[in-house]
């Protein structure tokens, strides 16, 4: 796999080893330079990756964040900070994205593509939303925030581990835990994840089974992926097929620390991508679609259902509507991942939005009540089972379901109206 240069390799002492893989590789040119002069050569060389490899000098911390400011400066795409820190110690730069001292050429590359593939599609979006600028057409938000606020990761485990491994994990993002790999799988096809740490309690056939599902699949293939214990044999198996792959042979209380140095920016990453795929779908749209859901905005949202109401009163065919409301205050965070879930659930005929006021509507076309009772009650129950709160004590979220269908008499309005929505003055 060739890279696309030019590479900026920061290092006081040796890594000459480091260059010549990525030269081997294809990328040109690469550059080397010492950590003083590394802020100075980002601003003129502007490089598509920079990679900090500590090595066995002591690294300046103050010189590290003026590493860190000269890469935040760049105006332009997402430029990837990589940092390779000595074996078994924590970064210097905890937000970098890390490469491990014993990565292989090929695993090195690898996570080095994925990165440059998230950086040319944030150009696309950039590059997309000024065109739409220049033509005048009203900006599309993405949504705000740093997107580890946004990411969840899958927990899976048995071993004494596990809850502490969880706790660690759970105050920097949000987690969702499976005790059993089959469940984990489910969660896998069934939510939106950033990150798994495969815990420590499963034996190596059943971590090598759930790795050979998560290599095997093209959606799952950049996901990052901490692997506790077992052997590592095992885990140089996968190292080629899954760039951003981590291994810590054991969970104490120094190497959870490490866990978490080593995975979190990579989950970063890969929420940051998920979020420019939301992004150019709204490009690709025009505007129609949420970058936040995923689901149609809400000005497209109405106009679309006023155009379905008017085509199957022309037609005579069966249209109904189901709002899914929230009985407690959930919190923004839950509320969108249940649009997304209720994305992924509807048909390909229907269409859906998030509310103002955080319900969640969609519109099941030629359908009639007895359809749509089936279809309701799928969503429902998947949103029951699946959406947990972090409240221990009652953390299912049971949303509440008004559905109805279109009658003879009805009208755009009176049609919302009974499903509890707010009644519409004009739709255009």
Known sequence: MSLQGPILVVADGSAGDLAEVLRAH??????????AEAPAAVTSIQPSAVILAEGDVEIDPAAAQALVAAVEALPGPFLPLFCR?????LPILPDALPIGTRASPIGLVTRLGAAARVRTMHATVLRR??????AGAAPIEPPEGDPLGEASVLMTGRGRSYPALTVAVGERVAIIGALSVETAARYLNNRDIDGVVIGEGFGPRVVEALLTVIADDLRFRD?????CGGPSTLIDEFATQMPNLEHVADVGAGSTDVLLARLLPLVRLHAFEARLKRMLAALDAEGMVDPDTGLLARDAFWRDLSNAVSDAETRGVGLSIARFAFEREVGPRLVTDAARLVGRLVRSVDFACREADNSIFAVFTETDLRAAHVITRRIASVLKHTMLTPDQS???????????????????DT??????GATLVAAS
């Open 26 to 35: 294809g990328a040109f040119p690469v550059i080397e330079t010492p950590l």
């Open 85 to 89: 820190p000595r074996q078994g110690a």
């Open 129 to 134: 939303a000024e065109m739409r600028q220049e």
């Open 223 to 227: 996901l990052p992926v901490a692997v």
């Open 394 to 412: 009652d953390n299912r979220v049971d949303p509440m379901v008004t559905l109805a269908t279109l009658k003879s008499t009805d009208t755009l």
């Open 415 to 420: 049609l919302v109206a009974r499903v509890g």
